[in-house]
């Protein structure tokens, strides 16, 4: 049996990992700035991480929601005292993807209603309802555009004036910041005026904190920066540090009855131990305070570069729009410079590196950055 070859593959096998460094199989040295797409919120194989892990591995790796699991409580707990949502409740799941399907399953049972509004080019998954929601027909088979959803401009309120006036819309469906579409921000304004529409009009409005969550923004979640706060949240990458895991914050609003959402894996002792473990270094750390920190740096260092066309993004959620003829720098960072970095299209460079991530590691990016962006 092969694999089914759904990915274009870099011809490097990363084996051994530490904060942000990398190692291949033949020894060679990167520098992470990506996190594979920012999962890796605490560094690789931090060293509180590897311990409770290891730990909780030697005692119970599984066993069914069926019975107590005290760690699911913990976490709860203590995911409600970090991002100041500490009246909601958590559902926990194992993926983005799958937090954003329960999100909208929930909101349809609170209201009712059978449709969803999302903005254009949104990303929110690769299940049947999650890439509904996402703006990219490419990816989306016959069976997954049966569900009613509704794009319209991000950043445009009266279309969404003009979309919910008729209540029929279970949920607005947004990101804290949209990455893969190349790390576009809802404006403050818009927010709060999205927040009052869906409170005239009896409309769940969801956050999706998948990418933009945990810290990586300078605040907990990236719509904190607004000042308003949702009906549901989801969010996953950020939240074990590699290990599979998401989680959908629930307004006390939304009631709970048994069976109306439910998961094999979700809240397994290890994820759980997973997450808790990233809770415990980003308070520890100060994690949420070096995002803030290193993304003006990032902030500073590129203002008015000649490679960029438009720098765009909140703490260590960064896009770098590149000017024509610089396109294809990010595979001489790669390739000459080992640096890791994403990708949005041709023209957008995206940094999601660790929230652990030095002051001394950015600068030598950015030294690295410049040394090439002279050469061209």
């Not at 699991?69 to 009246?87: E, F, H, I, P, R």
């Not at 004036?161 to 279970?170: D, F, I, S, V």
């Not at 709060?192 to 956050?207: F, M, N, P």
């Not at 415990?280 to 003006?296: Q, R, S, T, W, Y």
Request: glycine share 10%; with cysteine; hydrophobic share 40%.
């Amino acid at each position: 049996m092969n694999l089914l070859e759904v990915y274009k593959l870099w011809d490097i096998e990363p084996v051994k990992g530490l904060d942000t460094a990398l190692w291949d199989k033949d020894g060679v040295e990167y520098t992470d700035l990506y996190g594979g797409h920012a999962v890796i919120s605490i560094g690789h194989c931090h060293p509180h991480y590897v311990e409770m892990l290891s730990t909780q591995l030697h005692k119970l790796g599984f066993y069914s929601n069926a019975v107590q699991n005290s760690l699911q409580k913990q976490l709860a707990v203590k995911l409600g005292k970090v991002s100041g949502y500490d009246d909601y409740k958590l559902f926990l799941c194992n993926s983005g993807a799958e937090a954003n399907e329960n999100a909208i399953k929930a909101a349809s049972f609170q209201t009712s209603r059978e449709r969803v509004l999302a903005f254009s080019k949104a990303f929110h998954g690769r299940t049947s309802g999650a890439v509904a929601l996402t703006d990219n027909p490419k990816i989306q088979s016959a069976f997954n555009k049966g569900h009613k959803v509704t794009f319209v401009p991000l950043n445009d309120i009266e279309a969404v004036k003009k979309e919910l006036a008729g209540r029929q819309y279970a949920a607005v469906i947004i990101e804290g910041i949209q990455g893969v579409a190349g790390i576009f921000e809802p404006e403050d304004g818009f927010l709060k005026s999205l927040r009052q529409e869906c409170d005239k009009t009896g409309t769940c409005l969801i956050l999706d904190e998948v990418q933009s969550g945990y810290g990586r923004t300078g605040n907990f979640f990236a719509h904190q920066h607004s000042g308003i706060r949702a009906d549901i949240i989801t969010t996953a990458k950020g939240m074990g540090n590699g290990f599979p895991i998401g989680g959908v914050l629930l307004s006390p609003a939304i009631k709970a009855e048994y069976g109306m959402l439910g998961t094999t894996f979700g809240g397994n002792h290890l994820a759980c131990t997973a997450a808790l473990a990233v809770l415990d270094v980003i308070e520890n750390e100060h994690l949420i305070e070096n995002a803030a920190k290193i993304g003006e740096y990032f902030k500073e260092a590129f203002r008015d570069d000649a490679a960029i066309k438009e720098y765009r993004g909140r703490g260590l959620m960064i896009g770098l729009e590149l000017k024509e003829e610089f396109i294809g720098l990010r595979d001489r960072l790669l390739f000459e410079e080992h640096f890791f970095t994403g990708a949005a299209g041709a023209a957008v460079i995206r940094l999601l590196p660790s929230l652990t991530i030095s002051k001394e590691t950015a600068g030598r990016f950015v030294k690295s950055w410049k040394k090439l962006t002279s050469q061209k």
